[in-house]
């Protein structure tokens, strides 16, 4: 039996994803308890059932933070294959979700704000790194996610299925703690002390040109590309299907941003998936 696993952050899109895979003829089950999901693929093995492919949503309404790490280990007890599907978006696109359908926050049963879903993005966080797929919803719309979806559950993995999560951030606002490779951008002159350019961020041509011309900035985009391109056949060898990158600076506006589209750009011209968040530009 073929076994997926959605789950991430709520208002990230996990509705959206179990009506792609119900299309797909999975049997979906939605706000399945951990606890219970060896039971249920017991049953649907048992005599007379024909369902051999099955999708369960994961999430806080069924008590996902607590037994996961315990249903897994059932799961693996029991031969039985899977895949976790992590869907996220960024904490103000689902600030902006929650407050245009009115709809209020799962975790706490009241209005969402941003510290609700900080807080619910660090109690996932131990559940995302175990993952095989992650997407970033922050800017896509349902036919995205969909195809995005339909690529990653080809019948055949490749590298160009392979995802590349890209991020930019500030270090003065906390590394990210989801982050697979971090390298720190601040080797690099900085535009903020250029008057010109300080008020603008790294997705300025200006900016960009003014990161990109110093020689060590090539010489580092040459030998990364190198490293990722490199890595990513032995990622798949051990079962994983994407790779969190995070590029820092010292407030995530000028360098890390520059750096960011750089490889996301790259990344997409060699025909990987790539997802792109600007953590912290909007920062002030």
Not at 193 to 212: D, E, I
Not at 235 to 259: D, P, W
């Amino acid at each position: 039996m073929e076994v997926i696993i959605i789950t991430g952050m709520s208002g990230a899109g996990k509705s959206q994803a179990i009506d792609c895979l119900e299309d797909k003829n999975y049997y979906c089950v939605d706000n399945m308890p951990p606890a219970l999901m060896e039971n249920f693929i017991t049953l649907a093995n048992g005599k007379g059932s024909n369902i051999d492919k099955v999708a369960f949503v994961l999430d806080v309404r069924g008590d996902v933070f607590g037994g996961f790490d315990e249903a897994l280990k059932d799961l693996k007890d029991h031969d039985t294959p899977y895949k976790i599907i992590f869907l996220e978006a960024s904490d103000e696109v689902i600030l902006r979700r929650y407050n245009e359908t009115r709809r209020v926050y799962p975790v706490t049963k009241e209005t969402a704000t941003l510290d609700d879903i900080k807080k619910e993005r660090e109690d996932l966080a131990h559940i995302r790194q175990k993952a095989d797929f992650i997407i970033d919803t922050s800017s896509m719309k349902a036919a995205q996610l969909k195809q995005e979806l339909l690529d990653l559950l080809a019948d055949e993995y490749t590298e160009e299925t392979f995802v590349i999560n890209v991020m930019s951030f500030g270090y003065k606002y906390g590394m990210p703690i989801n982050a697979d490779m971090v390298f720190d951008m601040r080797f690099i002159p900085n535009p903020f002390y250029v008057p010109s350019l300080k008020r603008a961020t790294g997705n300025s041509k200006k900016v960009r040109n003014f990161v990109m011309r110093h020689l060590v900035t090539q010489m580092f985009i040459k030998d990364l590309d190198s490293l990722v391109n490199n890595i990513i056949p032995c990622y798949m060898k051990e079962g994983k299907y994407n790779l969190n990158i995070a590029f820092g600076c010292t407030g995530g506006q000028h360098r890390s941003v520059a750096m960011a589209n750089e490889f996301a750009e790259r990344f997409e011209l060699q025909g990987k998936q790539v997802t792109l968040e600007h953590r912290d530009i909007r920062r002030k």
